[in-house]
């Protein structure tokens, strides 16, 4: 009788660590990326139902400018992280968070690399569908997703910037897609329609935003339209630069990502 109990016992302590492990795999984590000599700290939000069973939608979220640095946390404290807190129930993706530097821009290409480096390394290690990945950012992150969208329009099945734009904001002129500095180019809107092609875009605005004028978003909806591109577009009356809660909290948004996939 006593073998047996400590046989159970010892069975217990030794099937412990794996419950506890694979526990820990779920929710939002701490992951670090290097890119050259670079190394940068992200976070990856996994559901907790992840069954590594099966392939998962994927969504790579792109901060503000508010919530740069390098500690790895400030940009779960904005936006989609803040939704999924509130209703992880509604939000059936791996999610990927990387942080932009204090000094940087997503639109930089070191930037742009690590948040993509971030996002296959997170497809990799969560079974990340790669017919299912989804760009969004607000604000400075909105801007990096109208860039990312116009440089790699084949990688993303749908993309929701939410308060941004083409060009920057008179007092953040620095803020722009990289179309803006091509000299060849004279309608980055245009163009930024045109290379996006018929991927699923939503777009979101505030039209009392004194950050990023709404006139930015205006503007892309109707490059969109012209380009006969698949767009939807919501500004809120009366909503100033935080949009993001709105957008985020949409019923029809989730619905609207998964609906959608990439054309092979």
């Not at 016992?9 to 526990?23: G, I, N, Q, Y």
């Not at 059936?92 to 993509?116: G, I, R, S, Y």
């Not at 941004?164 to 500095?181: M, Y």
Request: glycine share 8%; with cysteine; aromatic share 10%.
């Amino acid at each position: 009788m006593l073998r047996t109990i400590t046989c159970a016992a010892l069975l217990s302590l030794c099937l412990a660590p794996t419950a506890v492990a694979r526990k820990l795999e779920t929710g939002f984590l701490n992951r670090t990326i290097a890119v050259g000599a670079d190394s940068y700290r992200y976070q990856v939000y996994v559901p907790a139902d992840w069954d590594k069973h099966q392939k998962w939608p994927v969504i790579l979220f792109l901060h503000g400018a508010g919530e740069r640095g390098n500690d790895g946390l400030l940009q779960t404290d904005v936006g989609l992280a803040h939704s999924i807190r509130e209703h992880p129930a509604n939000f059936p993706f791996v999610v990927v968070m990387p942080q932009c530097n204090k000094d940087k821009l997503w639109t930089d290409p070191d930037m742009e690399a690590q948040a993509l480096a971030a996002l296959d390394r997170s497809i990799k290690e969560f079974k990340g569908d790669r017919d299912r990945l989804y760009l969004t950012g607000l604000s400075m992150g909105g801007y990096g997703t109208w860039d990312l969208g116009a440089k790699y329009p084949s990688r993303f099945a749908a993309y929701v910037p939410i308060c941004a734009g083409i060009r920057g904001p008179e007092r953040f002129p620095q803020l722009h897609v990289s179309l803006v500095d091509d000299p060849q180019i004279t309608d980055p809107y245009a163009e930024t329609a045109r290379r996006i092609g018929k991927t699923p875009v939503w777009i979101f605005h505030g039209d009392a935003d004194e950050a990023v004028p709404v006139e930015e978003s205006r503007k892309m909806a109707e490059a969109l339209k012209t380009a006969n591109a698949d767009v939807k577009y919501t500004e809120y009356p009366g909503v100033g630069h935080n949009s993001w809660d709105k957008a985020y909290a949409e019923p029809q948004l989730v619905p609207f990502l998964l609906a959608h996939t990439l054309k092979h």
